[in-house]
C-alpha cells in the first residue's frame, strides 16, 4: 500500500499543475459572483460583505477570519432561536457547530450554557460559563450563568458568589430573584428579606412580585413566609393568577393531609380565575382521591389529562382509581400510557414505580405471568432508589413536581408563530451560510489544507445541496487530500452535469486509479483522450489501466510511446517497470528500473522495485544487495528494511533477520507482516508463546490476511491450544475461500 501511495504522488508530480491552480481560481470566481441573498441583519451583513470582499482582493487570511465571525453569529442566532422555539436537539447541534468556527466567543459559550441548563445538564453549562468567564472576566452575564449552573447543582455558596457579582454589575429582576432563592437555600433569610425589599423598591410593589416572592420562600421550604407573600399578592390583585395554587400547595406541604380543608378552596378560587390550570384539577384529584370521593376525583384527573396530554402524574392517579374501582382494562391502558409519558424515571421521586406496581398485579390477575413479574421487579428496583427529594414532606411526598425556573433559563415558546419565526430566520441565512463555509473551503484548498477544506465543503453541502459546484470543489478537495474513495461520487456527479471539464475528469480518472478500479478509469478518461495523450501522467494512468483491465497490448504500446517521448524522465522509467512487474515481465521491469538509476543513480526507489522483481523472481540474493543499496541511500525507509528481511529469511540467514524485523515494527508499531514474519521465525525457533504473541498482532492489524490465521493456528496447535487452533484454521479456511470468489470475479 505504501509504494502504491508513492506512485499515486509522482503521478500527481507528472499531472498538469493547473488542475490545482484551475479548480481553486474557477470555484473563487463562482464565488465572487453575488448570488446568494444577503443575511438577515445588519451586523451579520457586514461580517459577509467584508469576507467577500477581502476574498476578491485576496486578502484570504482575513476573509477567512470574517466568514468565520459571521458563521459563528448566524449559528447561534439560530441556535437561540429554535431553543427558544423548544426544538433543544437542533438547537443543541447548531451550539456545537458554532463553537466549531468561534471557540473563543464568550457570547456563543453562553447561549450554549442556557441550552445546557435548558436541558438539566448543569454540569457541562458549568463548564461552559466557565470558559466564557476567562475569555471575558467582567462579562456579568458569564457570573449569572455560572452561578445559575451552581445553583442546580445545589452548590449554593459557589452560586452565591458569581451571583453576587452579577447583580453588582446587572442589576436586572432575574439575577436579583435566584440571588434572594439562593439566600434562602443558605437559610440567610436577613440577605433575601433585604434583597426582595429593594427589589420591590426599584421595580414596584406589585401583586405579581409577591407571587415570585411566595414562590421562592416555598422553593426554600419557608413556608410561613411564602403564604405571606401569596396573600399580600392577592390582596393587590384578586384575581391574579398561580397565587392561590401556590398557596394550597404551601398548606399542603406545611400541614399535609390535615391541610385538605384550608387547600381545596384555595384550588377553587383559582379555578374561577384560571379554570383551565391542569395543575389544579389535578391537585383537587389528588385530594379527592385521598378523600375517597372517587366521582369527585375521576372528573379532576380526566381534565387535568385531557388538559395536559403529556404529563403522567394525573393518569397514575387515575389509573390507581380506575384499579381500586376494579376497572382492570381502562386501568391497564391507563398505567400504560403513564409509563409511556415518563420519559425520566427518576420524576417526583421515582412515583412511576406505582404504575409499574399496579401493573404487574393487573397483568398477574389476567393470566400474563410472565409480563406481571418483569412489571414487579421494576417496581421494586425503583422503589429501592434514594428518594432526597422525599425527605421530610411527610405525607405529602407525592405531590406534583413543581415548575420552577429558577436559573438562566427562559421557558420555550412552544407557539406556532415561534415554529414560523424559527423557519423564516433559517430560510434567511441559509444561502450565506452555505456559501460561507463554501468559501472557507476554497479558502483552505488554496492553502492546501485540503482535509479541512473537504469538512468545510461538507458543510455547505448540508446547508444548501444544490450549492453550484459543491460536488466539484469537495471532490477536488478529496482527490489533493488522497481520500480518492470520497472524491469518486462527488466528481462523478459533477461529471454528469459537465462532462466537458477536463480537470475534474482527470482528477476523476485519477482517483478510479487509486483505488484500483482500471475499467471505470478508461470510461471516464476515453472522452478525453486526446488531452490524456498529451498528458505524461494521465497517459501512464490510462495505459496501467488498459493492461489491467486486459487490454495488454494496447497498454504496453501506450507505455513505450512514453518512453520513447521522454527517456531521460527516470520517474517514469520507474513507473513502466512497475507496469511490467505488475505483468509478472521481471526482466523487463528490471530494464526499466535500471535506465532510472542511469539517469539518478541516487534515487532509492527504483533500487527497492528491483529488489522485489528480484524477490518475485526466485533471485533473493541479488534483490538483497538491492535493498541494502536502497537502505544507504534512505536509511529510514521501513519497506526497504522489511524487504531485505524477507530476502535474508529466504537465503537461510534468519538471525541476521529478526533485529531488522523488530526495527520495522518500532518504526512502524502497524507492520502486519512484519508481525508475521517474526512469529513464523519464533515458531521454528521453538519459542511458541512469543510466535502467538507477534501472529495475534498481525491478525489484530490485518484480520484478513488468510496466511497469519494458518501460521497462528499452527502456534496454538504447538501450544496444545486445540480449540483456538481450530477456530484460527476456521478463519483460515474462509478467508481462503472469500479470496478465492473474489479473485475468480476480479478475473471475470
Known amino acids: 500500500m505504501g509504494s502504491f501511495r508513492r506512485t499515486c504522488r509522482i503521478l500527481l508530480r507528472?499531472?498538469?499543475?493547473?488542475?490545482?491552480?484551475?479548480?481553486?481560481?474557477?470555484?473563487?470566481?463562482?464565488?465572487?459572483?453575488?448570488?446568494?441573498?444577503?443575511?438577515?441583519?445588519?451586523?451579520?451583513?457586514?461580517?459577509?460583505?467584508?469576507?467577500?470582499?477581502?476574498?476578491?482582493?485576496?486578502?484570504?487570511?482575513?476573509?477567512a477570519g470574517e466568514y468565520r465571525a459571521f458563521l459563528a453569529e448566524s449559528l447561534g442566532r439560530l441556535a437561540a432561536?429554535?431553543?427558544?422555539?423548544?426544538?433543544?436537539?437542533?438547537?443543541?447541534?447548531?451550539?456545537?457547530?458554532?463553537?466549531?468556527?468561534?471557540?473563543?466567543?464568550?457570547?456563543?459559550?453562553?447561549?450554549?450554557?442556557?441550552?445546557?441548563?435548558?436541558?438539566?445538564?448543569?454540569?457541562?453549562?458549568?463548564?461552559?460559563?466557565?470558559?466564557?468567564?476567562?475569555?471575558?472576566?467582567?462579562?456579568?452575564r458569564a457570573q449569572y450563568m455560572l452561578g445559575s449552573a451552581l445553583y442546580q447543582q445545589q452548590d449554593y455558596k459557589g452560586a452565591r458568589e458569581h451571583l453576587e457579582k452579577a447583580v453588582v454589575a446587572n442589576g436586572k429582576f432575574e439575577v436579583g430573584y435566584l440571588l434572594g432563592i439562593t439566600y434562602i437555600k443558605l437559610q440567610d433569610l436577613t440577605r433575601a428579606s433585604a434583597l426582595f425589599r429593594e427589589m420591590v423598591i426599584g421595580l414596584g410593589d406589585t401583586a405579581q412580585i409577591h407571587v415570585l416572592f411566595g414562590r421562592a420562600y416555598r422553593e426554600g421550604d419557608y413556608l410561613d413566609q411564602a403564604i405571606g407573600e401569596l396573600k399580600k399578592a392577592l390582596a393587590k390583585d384578586s384575581k391574579i393568577k398561580v397565587a392561590h395554587y401556590l398557596m394550597a400547595m404551601a398548606y399542603l406541604q406545611r400541614d399535609g393531609d390535615s391541610g385538605f380543608a384550608e387547600a381545596v378552596p384555595e384550588l377553587q378560587a383559582e379555578l374561577k380565575v384560571n379554570p383551565d390550570d391542569a395543575r389544579t384539577h389535578y391537585m383537587l384529584g389528588y385530594i379527592a382521591l385521598k378523600r375517597h370521593d372517587n366521582v369527585e376525583a375521576e372528573k379532576e384527573l380526566e381534565r387535568s389529562a385531557e388538559l395536559d396530554t403529556q404529563n403522567p402524574d394525573p393518569l397514575i392517579s387515575l389509573g390507581q382509581l380506575y384499579f381500586d374501582s376494579h376497572r382492570l382494562v381502562e386501568a391497564e391502558k391507563t398505567f400504560r400510557r403513564a409509563v409511556e409519558l415518563t420519559k425520566d424515571p427518576s420524576r417526583n421521586g421515582y412515583q412511576i414505580n406505582r404504575a409499574h406496581y399496579s401493573l404487574g398485579r393487573i397483568l398477574l390477575q389476567t393470566g400474563r405471568e410472565e409480563e406481571g413479574k418483569k412489571e414487579l421487579e421494576i417496581s421494586a428496583e425503583l422503589r429501592d432508589k434514594p428518594h432526597p427529594e422525599r425527605q421530610g414532606k411527610g405525607e405529602a411526598s407525592d405531590l406534583p413536581p413543581e415548575d420552577k425556573k429558577l436559573s438562566a433559563v427562559n421557558e420555550a415558546d412552544l407557539s406556532p408563530d415561534a415554529l414560523k419565526k424559527v423557519d423564516v430566520i433559517t430560510n434567511q441565512l441559509k444561502p450565506a451560510i452555505a456559501d460561507s463555509y463554501n468559501n472557507l473551503?476554497?479558502?483552505?484548498?488554496?492553502n492546501k489544507n485540503f482535509t479541512e477544506a473537504m469538512e468545510d465543503f461538507v458543510r455547505a453541502a448540508a446547508w444548501n445541496p444544490n450549492l453550484e459546484t459543491i460536488d466539484r470543489n469537495f471532490g477536488m478537495a478529496a482527490f489533493y487530500a488522497n481520500e480518492f474513495d470520497k472524491a469518486i461520487p462527488a466528481l462523478g456527479r459533477h461529471?454528469?452535469?459537465?462532462?466537458?471539464?477536463?480537470?475534474?475528469?482527470?482528477?476523476?480518472?485519477?482517483?478510479?486509479?487509486?483505488?484500483?478500479?482500471?475499467?471505470?478509469?478508461?470510461?471516464?478518461?476515453?472522452?478525453?483522450?486526446q488531452q490524456v495523450d498529451a498528458d505524461p501522467g494521465l497517459s501512464y494512468v490510462y495505459a496501467v489501466s488498459q493492461v489491467r483491465a486486459g487490454d495488454y497490448n494496447s497498454g504496453i504500446r501506450k507505455l513505450r510511446e512514453l518512453e520513447k517521448n521522454d527517456p531521460s524522465n527516470p520517474e517514469l522509467h520507474t513507473l513502466i517497470g512497475e507496469a511490467f512487474a505488475d505483468q509478472n515481465q521481471?526482466?523487463?521491469?528490471?530494464?526499466?528500473?535500471?535506465?532510472?538509476?542511469?539517469?539518478?543513480?541516487?534515487?532509492?526507489?527504483?533500487?527497492?522495485?528491483?529488489?522485489?522483481?528480484?524477490?518475485?523472481?526466485?533471485?533473493?540474493?541479488?534483490?538483497?544487495q538491492e535493498f541494502r543499496t536502497a537502505l544507504k541511500l534512505d536509511p529510514t525507509d521501513v519497506n526497504s528494511k522489511y524487504h531485505l528481511a524477507y530476502s535474508l529469511i529466504e537465503q537461510q540467514h534468519q538471525k541476521e533477520a529478526v533485529p531488522l524485523l523488530r526495527e520495522v515494527i518500532q518504526q512502524d508499531p502497524k507492520h502486519a507482516?512484519?508481525?508475521?514474519?517474526?512469529?513464523?521465525?519464533q515458531l521454528e525457533?521453538?519459542?511458541?508463546?512469543?510466535?502467538?504473541?507477534?501472529?495475534?498482532?498481525?491478525?489484530?492489524?490485518?484480520?484478513?490476511?488468510?496466511?497469519?490465521?494458518?501460521?497462528?493456528?499452527?502456534?496454538?496447535?504447538?501450544?496444545?491450544?486445540?480449540?483456538?487452533?481450530?477456530?484460527?484454521?476456521?478463519?483460515?479456511?474462509?478467508?481462503?475461500?472469500?479470496?478465492?470468489?473474489?479473485?475468480?470475479?476480479?478475473?471475470?
Open 673 to 681: 507482516d512484519a508481525y508475521y514474519q517474526l512469529g513464523k521465525l
Open 495 to 529: 461529471i454528469d452535469q459537465h462532462p466537458d471539464d477536463f480537470r475534474a475528469r482527470a482528477a476523476l480518472g485519477l482517483s478510479l486509479f487509486g483505488v484500483k478500479n482500471y475499467k471505470k478509469v478508461i470510461e471516464a478518461l476515453k472522452p478525453i483522450e
Open 586 to 624: 521481471y526482466s523487463e521491469a528490471l530494464d526499466e528500473y535500471h535506465k532510472a538509476l542511469a539517469i539518478n543513480p541516487s534515487l532509492p526507489r527504483p533500487h527497492l522495485l528491483a529488489g522485489l522483481s528480484l524477490i518475485r523472481a526466485g533471485n533473493p540474493a541479488e534483490a538483497e
Open 14 to 63: 507528472l499531472l498538469v499543475l493547473a488542475v490545482l491552480l484551475g479548480s481553486v481560481l474557477e470555484a473563487q470566481q463562482q464565488r465572487a459572483r453575488p448570488k446568494s441573498p444577503k443575511p438577515a441583519t445588519d451586523a451579520l451583513q457586514q461580517h459577509y460583505e467584508a469576507a467577500r470582499t477581502f476574498q476578491v482582493s485576496g486578502d484570504q487570511e482575513h476573509a
Open 685 to 748: 525457533q521453538g519459542d511458541a508463546r512469543d510466535a502467538i504473541a507477534s501472529l495475534e498482532t498481525g491478525t489484530r492489524l490485518d484480520p484478513d490476511s488468510d496466511y497469519i490465521h494458518y501460521q497462528l493456528a499452527l502456534a496454538y496447535r504447538r501450544e496444545a491450544r486445540t480449540a483456538d487452533a481450530e477456530r484460527e484454521m476456521k478463519t483460515y479456511q474462509d478467508l481462503k475461500n472469500r479470496h478465492r470468489g473474489r479473485d475468480a470475479t476480479q478475473q471475470n
Open 81 to 140: 432561536a429554535n431553543a427558544n422555539a423548544g426544538k433543544l436537539e437542533e438547537a443543541d447541534k447548531l451550539f456545537t457547530e458554532a463553537l466549531v468556527e468561534a471557540p473563543s466567543d464568550p457570547g456563543v459559550n453562553l447561549e450554549y450554557a442556557g441550552l445546557r441548563l435548558q436541558q438539566g445538564n448543569a454540569k457541562e453549562a458549568q463548564a461552559l460559563a466557565e470558559r466564557a468567564l476567562q475569555l471575558s472576566p467582567e462579562n456579568a
Open 441 to 446: 473551503g476554497v479558502i483552505a484548498a488554496e
